[in-house]
Structures are given as C-alpha cells and as structure tokens.
C-alpha cells in the first residue's frame, strides 16, 4: 500500500495476492467522496468491499462489509461513492488484483 496526497485529493493503492482478503484502509475525516478501481489479474476476479461501521469496530474486526454493487468483476471497474464510507478493502479472487482509492 501507499498513501499520497496531492491537490486536496487522497490516494491509496492497494496490490494483493491471489484468494485473499485485504487488511481495512479507513478513510481520513476529510475524505467525503470516492471512487475505488479494481484490475483483477487474468484468471481471477475481485471486488471492493466498504463499511460505514464505526472506526472502533472496525478496529475490533466487528464491521459490518458490504460488497460493492459491481460484485466481483473479471474486468476493470470502477465505483463513485458519493458519501465515503468509513473503511475498504479489497479482495482478490483466483489471481491477484489491484486497486486504487481517490477521494476528495
């Protein structure tokens, strides 16, 4: 993972193995919209998942994760959240994946 902020604009990205579930990146207080990109690698798929659960129980792995509306995609794709939620993560599927979190 690596963290950048430019313009006003946070930037996460995220780069996992195959079959596996990410660790939560919450989103700072000033992040009040996103959009998340997946690229799953090319035998697999993978999804974003995201939780307006507290920080506290996200902290306590008591979140509750919703997956995102594009489900697990075989392709790239993309998401806008108009209200950022508290926390994402990312899980791959039967190969690896990336993805990036850009929130204003």
């Given at each position: 993972?690596?963290?950048?902020?430019?313009?006003?604009?946070?930037?996460?990205?995220e780069?996992l193995?195959?079959?596996?579930?990410?660790?939560?990146?919450?989103?700072?207080?000033?992040?009040?919209?996103?959009?998340?990109?997946?690229?799953?690698?090319?035998?697999?798929?993978?999804?974003?998942?995201?939780?307006?659960?507290?920080?506290?129980?996200?902290?306590?792995s008591?979140?509750s994760?919703?997956?995102?509306?594009?489900?697990?995609?075989?392709?790239?794709?993309?998401a806008?959240?108009?209200?950022?939620?508290?926390?994402?993560?990312?899980?791959?599927?039967?190969?690896?994946?990336?993805?990036?979190?850009?929130?204003?």
């Open positions: 993972m690596s963290l950048v902020v430019n313009d006003q604009k946070y930037i996460e990205e780069s193995a195959a079959d596996v579930t990410g660790d939560p990146i919450q989103l700072p207080k000033l992040v009040k919209k996103c959009v998340l990109s997946a690229f799953p690698g090319a035998g697999g798929t993978c999804k974003w998942q995201y939780t307006y659960s507290s920080h506290t129980d996200i902290d306590d008591n979140a994760w919703l997956d995102w509306a594009a489900g697990a995609v075989a392709s790239d794709a993309d806008y959240f108009e209200v950022a939620p508290n926390a994402v993560r990312l899980v791959s599927i039967g190969d690896t994946a990336t993805g990036t979190v850009v929130g204003a």
